[in-house]
């Protein structure tokens, strides 16, 4: 279940009758109650609320999934199936929790903390283009 102390750090949201398609990249937090259909790449924390829907790929530091979510979840730290949630695909994190009732359909891998020095870095040049900032 999200805290009320982790929605005060969310920063975009994303409705229940919001249905988008396409790539989102943001360097903060994101909360979906609606469908994306499409990349999801971010710095922060991505929560899928129950009753979202989200397919093919979600990038973050942790991914939350109270909803539904098809395809590949890659984490810099954790991803958290909560009891409503349900994740078909794959999932690389550094740690894999699954609430009692969550369903996990697919395969995992877990990542070592050097590994996710990749990915976090993969995140900064993404962020550093969306501000103009030159990589490198």
Do not use: C, H, W
């Not at 929605?7 to 937090?29: D, F, M, Y």
């Not at 991505?46 to 979202?52: L, P, T």
């Not at 009692?100 to 877990?110: T, V, W």
Request: glycine content about 14%.
């Amino acid at each position: 279940m999200i805290k009320k102390k982790d929605e005060k750090n969310i920063e975009t949201i994303i409705g229940k009758e919001t249905v988008i398609e396409g790539k989102i990249t943001l360097p903060t937090s994101l909360r979906i109650d609606g469908k994306i259909i499409g990349e999801i790449e971010s710095s922060g924390d991505v929560y899928i609320g129950k009753g979202a829907t989200v397919e093919p790929t979600v990038r973050a530091k942790n991914v939350f999934i109270a909803g539904e979510v098809k395809g590949d979840v890659q984490a810099t730290e954790k991803v958290r199936i909560e009891a409503t949630g349900k994740l078909t695909g794959t999932t690389s994190a550094r740690g894999i929790i699954i609430e009692d009732g969550g369903i996990f359909n697919g395969n995992s891998s877990i990542i070592e903390a050097e590994e996710t020095v990749g990915l976090k870095q993969k995140n900064k040049l993404v962020n550093k283009k969306e501000t103009g900032e030159r990589a490198g």
